[in-house]
Protein backbone atom coordinates (compact mmCIF):
# COMPACT_ATOMS: atom_id res chain seq x y z
CA UNK A 1 0.00 0.00 0.00
CA UNK A 2 0.54 3.32 0.35
CA UNK A 3 3.24 5.35 2.46
CA UNK A 4 3.93 8.82 2.79
CA UNK A 5 7.06 10.31 4.88
CA UNK A 6 6.95 13.81 5.89
CA UNK A 7 9.61 15.99 7.24
CA UNK A 8 10.25 17.29 9.39
CA UNK A 9 8.41 16.65 11.76
CA UNK A 10 8.90 20.33 14.19
CA UNK A 11 9.80 23.61 12.42
CA UNK A 12 10.35 26.24 14.31
CA UNK A 13 10.70 29.90 12.21
CA UNK A 14 10.05 33.80 13.25
CA UNK A 15 7.45 35.48 11.68
CA UNK A 16 8.15 36.62 8.62
CA UNK A 17 10.41 33.81 7.42
CA UNK A 18 9.57 30.99 4.92
CA UNK A 19 8.44 27.60 5.84
CA UNK A 20 9.42 24.24 4.08
CA UNK A 21 7.55 21.11 4.40
CA UNK A 22 8.18 17.99 2.41
CA UNK A 23 6.79 14.71 2.04
CA UNK A 24 7.60 11.75 -0.37
CA UNK A 25 4.84 8.94 -1.45
CA UNK A 26 6.11 5.26 -2.55
CA UNK A 27 2.46 4.80 -4.91
CA UNK A 28 3.75 5.67 -8.87
CA UNK A 29 -0.52 5.72 -8.98
CA UNK A 30 -1.21 8.43 -6.44
CA UNK A 31 -2.72 11.39 -7.71
CA UNK A 32 -4.08 13.65 -5.58
CA UNK A 33 -1.89 15.25 -2.64
CA UNK A 34 -3.70 17.46 -0.19
CA UNK A 35 -2.30 19.53 2.69
CA UNK A 36 -4.63 19.95 5.43
CA UNK A 37 -3.97 22.23 8.91
CA UNK A 38 -4.73 21.16 12.30
CA UNK A 39 -4.51 23.57 15.02
CA UNK A 40 -4.61 22.78 18.69
CA UNK A 41 -7.82 21.08 19.72
CA UNK A 42 -9.39 21.78 16.80
CA UNK A 43 -10.14 19.48 13.52
CA UNK A 44 -8.01 19.23 10.18
CA UNK A 45 -9.07 21.22 7.57
CA UNK A 46 -7.72 21.54 3.75
CA UNK A 47 -5.46 24.46 2.81
CA UNK A 48 -4.69 23.37 -0.25
CA UNK A 49 -4.70 20.66 -2.55
CA UNK A 50 -2.96 19.50 -6.03
CA UNK A 51 -3.74 16.94 -8.63
CA UNK A 52 -1.26 14.99 -10.23
CA UNK A 53 -1.43 16.88 -13.64
CA UNK A 54 -0.46 20.28 -12.35
CA UNK A 55 3.15 20.79 -10.95
CA UNK A 56 2.80 23.52 -8.99
CA UNK A 57 -0.16 25.78 -7.32
CA UNK A 58 -0.60 28.68 -4.95
CA UNK A 59 -2.93 30.60 -2.94
CA UNK A 60 -2.10 33.98 -1.05
CA UNK A 61 0.74 32.64 1.02
CA UNK A 62 0.95 29.02 0.72
CA UNK A 63 1.97 27.13 -2.56
CA UNK A 64 2.40 22.91 -3.25
CA UNK A 65 4.79 21.73 -5.69
CA UNK A 66 4.93 18.16 -6.86
CA UNK A 67 7.75 16.24 -8.51
CA UNK A 68 6.08 13.13 -9.57
CA UNK A 69 9.44 11.60 -11.05
CA UNK A 70 10.77 11.69 -7.48
CA UNK A 71 7.24 10.94 -6.09
CA UNK A 72 7.49 13.99 -3.57
CA UNK A 73 5.34 17.34 -3.28
CA UNK A 74 6.12 19.98 -0.64
CA UNK A 75 4.46 22.69 1.33
CA UNK A 76 5.58 26.65 1.15
CA UNK A 77 4.34 28.70 3.42
CA UNK A 78 5.78 32.74 2.53
CA UNK A 79 5.67 35.43 4.96
CA UNK A 80 4.56 32.91 7.96
CA UNK A 81 2.58 34.58 10.70
CA UNK A 82 1.68 33.55 14.25
CA UNK A 83 -1.48 32.29 12.93
CA UNK A 84 0.00 29.66 10.89
CA UNK A 85 1.35 27.84 14.12
CA UNK A 86 -0.83 24.54 13.69
CA UNK A 87 0.14 20.92 12.86
CA UNK A 88 0.14 20.35 8.96
CA UNK A 89 -0.35 17.20 7.57
CA UNK A 90 0.34 15.67 3.84
CA UNK A 91 -1.83 12.99 2.12
CA UNK A 92 -1.76 11.07 -0.46
CA UNK A 93 -4.60 9.19 -2.78
CA UNK A 94 -4.59 6.94 -5.22
CA UNK A 95 -8.00 7.14 -5.86
CA UNK A 96 -9.91 9.88 -7.05
CA UNK A 97 -13.20 11.09 -5.11
CA UNK A 98 -12.54 8.44 -2.81
CA UNK A 99 -11.80 9.27 0.83
CA UNK A 100 -8.97 7.47 1.11
CA UNK A 101 -6.46 9.95 2.43
CA UNK A 102 -2.56 8.08 3.06
CA UNK A 103 -1.40 10.88 5.83
CA UNK A 104 1.98 11.83 6.90
CA UNK A 105 2.86 11.84 10.90
CA UNK A 106 2.29 15.55 10.65
CA UNK A 107 4.68 18.81 11.22
CA UNK A 108 4.56 21.00 13.99
CA UNK A 109 4.95 24.24 12.97
CA UNK A 110 5.49 26.93 15.47
CA UNK A 111 5.99 30.79 14.35
CA UNK A 112 7.25 32.68 16.70
CA UNK A 113 6.70 36.73 16.81
CA UNK B 1 -24.67 24.14 6.23
CA UNK B 2 -24.45 22.02 9.39
CA UNK B 3 -20.83 20.28 9.71
CA UNK B 4 -19.47 17.19 10.47
CA UNK B 5 -21.36 16.03 14.04
CA UNK B 6 -19.95 13.47 16.32
CA UNK B 7 -20.99 12.19 19.01
CA UNK B 8 -20.02 11.38 21.82
CA UNK B 9 -17.20 13.86 22.50
CA UNK B 10 -15.15 12.16 25.09
CA UNK B 11 -15.75 8.44 26.35
CA UNK B 12 -13.87 6.27 29.04
CA UNK B 13 -14.13 2.38 28.42
CA UNK B 14 -12.48 -0.37 30.00
CA UNK B 15 -10.54 -3.11 28.76
CA UNK B 16 -12.31 -5.73 26.74
CA UNK B 17 -15.65 -3.46 26.79
CA UNK B 18 -17.20 -2.37 23.11
CA UNK B 19 -17.60 1.17 22.33
CA UNK B 20 -19.67 2.67 19.29
CA UNK B 21 -19.05 6.35 17.83
CA UNK B 22 -21.73 7.92 15.30
CA UNK B 23 -20.88 10.35 12.66
CA UNK B 24 -23.51 12.93 11.36
CA UNK B 25 -22.01 14.12 7.58
CA UNK B 26 -22.51 17.08 5.97
CA UNK B 27 -26.64 16.97 4.14
CA UNK B 28 -26.21 15.65 0.47
CA UNK B 29 -22.76 13.87 1.26
CA UNK B 30 -22.49 9.93 0.37
CA UNK B 31 -19.21 9.28 1.75
CA UNK B 32 -18.29 8.73 5.35
CA UNK B 33 -14.37 7.84 6.08
CA UNK B 34 -13.02 7.19 9.84
CA UNK B 35 -9.44 7.95 10.87
CA UNK B 36 -8.03 7.01 13.95
CA UNK B 37 -5.56 10.33 15.13
CA UNK B 38 -2.68 9.44 17.59
CA UNK B 39 -0.04 11.18 18.55
CA UNK B 40 2.65 8.68 17.53
CA UNK B 41 0.98 7.55 14.53
CA UNK B 42 -0.34 10.83 13.06
CA UNK B 43 -4.07 9.93 10.71
CA UNK B 44 -4.83 6.96 9.82
CA UNK B 45 -7.43 5.07 7.95
CA UNK B 46 -9.63 2.97 9.10
CA UNK B 47 -12.43 2.70 6.28
CA UNK B 48 -14.82 4.63 3.98
CA UNK B 49 -18.39 3.99 3.29
CA UNK B 50 -20.28 5.27 0.38
CA UNK B 51 -24.05 4.65 -0.24
CA UNK B 52 -24.36 2.66 2.83
CA UNK B 53 -21.63 0.14 0.93
CA UNK B 54 -17.84 -0.14 2.73
CA UNK B 55 -15.79 1.17 -0.24
CA UNK B 56 -12.12 0.84 0.88
CA UNK B 57 -11.05 -0.61 4.36
CA UNK B 58 -7.91 0.11 5.82
CA UNK B 59 -5.12 -2.18 7.96
CA UNK B 60 -7.05 -2.54 11.31
CA UNK B 61 -8.35 -5.74 12.95
CA UNK B 62 -11.71 -6.86 12.82
CA UNK B 63 -12.68 -5.64 15.86
CA UNK B 64 -12.91 -1.96 14.05
CA UNK B 65 -16.26 -2.51 12.14
CA UNK B 66 -18.95 0.23 10.99
CA UNK B 67 -22.05 0.89 8.52
CA UNK B 68 -23.28 3.57 7.19
CA UNK B 69 -27.41 3.87 7.28
CA UNK B 70 -29.80 5.15 4.26
CA UNK B 71 -29.38 9.03 5.35
CA UNK B 72 -25.45 8.66 5.14
CA UNK B 73 -25.15 8.71 8.82
CA UNK B 74 -22.57 6.50 10.01
CA UNK B 75 -21.43 4.33 12.97
CA UNK B 76 -18.17 2.76 13.92
CA UNK B 77 -17.88 -0.07 16.29
CA UNK B 78 -14.75 -1.64 18.26
CA UNK B 79 -15.38 -4.74 20.22
CA UNK B 80 -12.59 -5.97 22.81
CA UNK B 81 -11.24 -3.00 23.78
CA UNK B 82 -7.07 -2.55 23.88
CA UNK B 83 -5.51 -0.31 25.65
CA UNK B 84 -3.65 0.92 22.57
CA UNK B 85 -7.33 1.91 20.66
CA UNK B 86 -6.66 4.66 22.93
CA UNK B 87 -7.16 7.57 20.29
CA UNK B 88 -9.44 10.48 18.72
CA UNK B 89 -11.40 8.60 16.42
CA UNK B 90 -12.23 11.48 13.59
CA UNK B 91 -15.22 10.87 10.83
CA UNK B 92 -15.14 12.75 7.69
CA UNK B 93 -17.34 13.09 4.77
CA UNK B 94 -17.47 14.16 1.27
CA UNK B 95 -19.42 14.08 -1.63
CA UNK B 96 -17.32 10.53 -2.93
CA UNK B 97 -18.03 11.98 -6.22
CA UNK B 98 -14.61 11.58 -8.76
CA UNK B 99 -14.01 15.34 -9.48
CA UNK B 100 -13.99 16.37 -5.60
CA UNK B 101 -11.63 15.19 -2.81
CA UNK B 102 -11.92 17.93 0.27
CA UNK B 103 -12.61 15.92 3.29
CA UNK B 104 -14.61 17.63 5.88
CA UNK B 105 -13.93 16.35 9.36
CA UNK B 106 -15.80 16.78 12.50
CA UNK B 107 -14.24 17.55 16.06
CA UNK B 108 -14.15 13.68 16.76
CA UNK B 109 -14.69 11.33 19.65
CA UNK B 110 -11.90 11.19 22.12
CA UNK B 111 -11.58 7.73 23.54
CA UNK B 112 -9.93 6.67 26.58
CA UNK B 113 -9.12 2.79 27.50
CA UNK B 114 -8.35 2.24 30.89
Known amino acids: GENVEQHPSTLSVQEGDSAVIKCTYS??????FPWYKQELGKRPQLIID?????GEKKDQRIAVTLNKTAKHFSLHITETQPEDSAVYFCAASARSGYSTLTFGKGTMLLVSP | KAGVTQTPRYLIKTRGQQVTLSCSPI?????VSWYQQTPGQGLQFLFE???????NKGNFPGRFSGRQFSNSRSEMNVSTLELGDSALYLCASSTGTAQTGELFFGEGSRLTVL
Open chain 1, 27 to 32: DSASNY
Open chain 2, 49 to 55: YFSETQR
Open chain 1, 50 to 54: IRSNV
Open chain 2, 27 to 31: SGHRS
